[in-house]
């Protein structure tokens, strides 16, 4: 299968600061999406990103595919972008392969 | 548009017992996967369905059950409850086969086994 490496692993900023969050994957893919998990659980969509560069607020991401890694991005940080990143890649008509994710911690 | 649904949001169970988890997907979508998220091995894939046949399938043993209706619902049955089931079942769904479109997911099911 498709090996997934998040990193960091941990991230503690201050309210304000920006990040980059890493995804690199080990095989082509056609599929890319990034997910913010809440404290509730749920997944929520950040973005569909199999290739180029697309932006959203203060988030924006990055997959350069060629070179199988993808950037996200997070500008002023608010305590509210506290959670695990995760990124999700597949190939298609195949299943998805997640990271481990990126924990964030956001301090005021 | 309703995103999509999953019933029970929190169940208790106990070793031995067997369980049911349904998920409704967002309308118009054909595809649901479900997975498994636990402190230990982070998010595993279990299965998906696509109008109601299985294409893809997880390394789970075969305590772990699934099936789709015709209106896309679907639902995953676990019997034997075995301690280490303890987790949050989540379940995805997309308009097109698994991995070639955009998925969405629920909110999970958390499952505790006593």
């Known amino acids: 299968g498709i090996q997934v490496e998040q990193s960091p692993p941990d991230l503690i900023l201050q309210e304000g600061a920006n990040s980059t969050l890493r995804c690199n994957f080990s095989?082509?893919?056609?599929?890319l999406q990034w997910f913010h998990q809440n404290p509730w659980g749920q997944l929520i969509n950040l973005f569909y990103?199999?290739?180029g560069t697309k932006q959203n607020g203060r988030l924006s991401a990055t997959t350069v595919a060629t070179e199988r890694y993808s950037l996200l991005y997070i500008s002023s940080s608010q305590t509210t972008d506290s959670g695990v990143y995760f990124c999700?890649?597949?190939?298609?008509?195949?299943?998805?392969?997640f990271g481990s994710g990126t924990k964030l911690n956001v301090k005021p | 548009k309703a995103g999509v649904t999953q019933t029970p949001r929190y169940l208790i169970k106990t070793r031995g017992q067997q369980v049911t988890l349904s998920c409704s997907p967002i309308?118009?979508?054909?595809?649901v996967s479900w997975y498994q998220q636990t402190p230990g091995q982070g998010l595993q894939f279990l299965f998906e369905?696509?109008?109601?046949?299985?294409?893809n399938k997880g390394n789970f043993p075969g305590r772990f059950s699934g099936r789709q209706f015709s209106n896309s619902r679907s639902e995953m049955n676990v019997s034997t409850l075995e301690l280490g089931d303890s987790a949050l079942y989540l379940c995805?769904?997309?308009?097109?086969?698994?991995?070639?479109?955009?998925?969405?997911f629920g909110p999970g099911t958390r499952l505790t086994v006593l």
């Open positions: 309308s118009g979508h054909r595809s």
């Open positions: 369905y696509f109008s109601e046949t299985q294409r």
């Open positions: 995805a769904s997309s308009p097109g086969a698994s991995g070639t479109r955009e998925q969405f």
């Open positions: 990103i199999p290739s």
């Open positions: 999700a890649v597949a190939t298609n008509f195949n299943k998805f392969y």
């Open positions: 095989d082509s893919v056609n599929n």
